[in-house]
């Protein structure tokens, strides 16, 4: 039979207690607060002790680690209860419960505490009856478990993990996936865009693969070596614009291929995984194409290219300007001008900045100036011998010149209402260093000019 508590209070030496070695709390917090009131007050709770063997003389801290670590130095004995009959299990429990309800475990020390319990014998029913937690609070605690320890350490140092962070974390079902992610990542911002990519990334394959089933079940072939509207193959009409989206898998989309399967000869349709779609497309000979003329889309798809490849060479013509100016000028001539004056005007193009911060100084691999500089010019090594607004003129040029980021257009003609208004205020600030622009290209960055019209295409 299981013997109670003794609860008469008595006084044990230091020496003969030691903290309990399954403590859930490893971190005992900051003890200056609590050593003074000891040193004014004394304990004023009582230690609960387990005996360590049967000649009591020496014991284990079952509730009051803290109280014990703040009393170093300034009490030689502490008030205890001892209590006996304890199972290990119960040990645990009691150690959790108590730090829970008095001093709050951190996040970990819970699912440490919550496993402690489990790998004893409690369940996650029995957990939540002993400390107050609800079942699924439990449930997603031990999935901190899961992860690394020396990894989780480790990201502990770097930025403090929220329960949002490890419950964003359990949507991932790959466990080393979780740790990968843990360990690459510096803030909590991070760690949830690095989540939501991976969660993405999974569905748009898992959708893929479940389309593809279907496509390999009618017989259409991927092709994977490009082809467009206006070459020998034109989109599937049954698609709209010939294709569908991975975001969703739909029975719609599946009854859709297999009617288009069935009014089309399968050698004749091939498909493309475009990584957010699927896009489809059929055989068209040349005596058909030529037959059939080209659509109102073909013609204002090749409007807009036209239109946009224009768009694109005055943007490169307007960095070049700008590069050019920028590499003219003098020390004297930036530093007659305060530096702080001119931050805010930069602010806009700042923000396009930290599009992409890690490729920002990676001058070797900077857009192509055509005519203005000679190939040799090492761009990187102006940049820092350069002063520090010279500096961020540098960068700005940089990000705005990137072609592949920063276009002024998207692929149907839609300006890039942020990437004009970067331009607008890069051009402000060199305009007060005497840059100008010629009518023409300041229309560009103005929005203004005729380069974002379709010409003789209706839309």
């Not at 119960?90 to 709050?104: A, H, K, P, W």
């Not at 400390?131 to 609070?137: C, H, L, P, R, Y």
């Not at 964003?168 to 790959?174: C, E, T, V």
Request: aromatic fraction near 8%; include cysteine; charge should be negative.
């Amino acid at each position: 039979m299981k013997e109670k508590t003794k609860s008469s209070i008595i006084y044990l030496n230091r020496s003969q207690l030691e903290p309990h070695p399954d403590n859930p709390r490893k971190d005992l917090g900051d003890l200056e607060e609590l050593r003074e009131s000891i040193r004014e007050h004394g304990i004023m709770q009582n230690l609960t002790v387990i005996p360590t063997d049967d000649t009591l003389e020496h014991f284990r801290i079952l509730i009051g680690h803290r109280r014990f670590a703040a009393s170093e130095g300034i009490l030689t004995e502490l008030p205890c209860v001892i209590a006996e009959g304890l199972s290990d299990r119960e040990q645990v429990g009691i150690m959790l419960c108590e730090n829970i309800q008095r001093s709050d475990l951190t996040y970990i020390e819970q699912a440490r505490g919550f496993q402690m319990m489990l790998d004893l014998g409690d369940t996650v029913e029995t957990i939540a009856e002993k400390t107050g937690f609800s079942e699924k609070t439990i449930k997603s605690r031990l999935e901190i478990n899961k992860l690394d320890e020396e990894t989780l350490g480790e990201a502990s140092e770097r930025f403090q993990l929220s329960i949002a962070d490890f419950m964003k974390l359990s949507k991932i079902k790959d466990v080393e996936k979780r740790n990968e992610i843990l360990e690459s990542v510096d803030s909590s911002k991070d760690l949830a865009y690095e989540v939501d990519e991976y969660l993405e990334e999974l569905t748009l394959e898992t959708n893929f693969n479940k389309y593809k089933a279907v496509l390999d079940e009618v017989g259409w072939k991927e092709d994977d070596r490009g082809w467009f509207v206006g070459s020998d193959y034109e989109r599937l009409p049954e698609f709209g614009y010939g294709s569908i989206a991975l975001k969703d898998y739909t029975e719609e989309n599946v009854q859709r291929i297999r009617d288009a399967a069935e009014a089309h000869e399968k050698d004749n349709v091939v498909y493309k995984h475009n990584y957010r779609g699927i896009d489809f497309a059929m055989k068209i000979t040349k005596a058909q194409k030529k037959e059939k003329g080209k659509t109102k889309e073909e013609l204002r798809q090749e409007a807009i290219d036209k239109q946009a490849k224009a768009l694109e060479h005055a943007r490169a013509e307007i960095c070049d300007e700008y590069l050019r100016f920028i590499l003219e000028l003098t020390q004297a001539e930036i530093h007659a001008l305060e530096l702080t004056a001119y931050k805010n005007k930069l602010k806009n193009c700042i923000e396009i900045l930290e599009k992409n911060q890690s490729t920002i100084m990676n001058f070797e691999h900077i857009y192509n100036v055509r005519t203005l500089i000679h190939e040799d010019l090492n761009i990187g090594a102006v940049y820092k011998q350069s002063d520090p607004l010279k500096k961020i003129f540098l960068e700005v040029w940089y990000e705005l010149a990137l072609s592949y980021r920063n276009k002024l257009v998207s692929y149907d003609l839609v300006k890039s209402g942020a990437t004009l208004r970067a331009h607008q205020s890069f051009y402000s600030t060199l305009f007060s260093f005497g840059f100008r622009l010629p009518e023409n290209l300041r229309a560009v960055i103005e929005g203004n000019s005729e380069l974002y019209t379709l010409q003789g295409v209706k839309k």
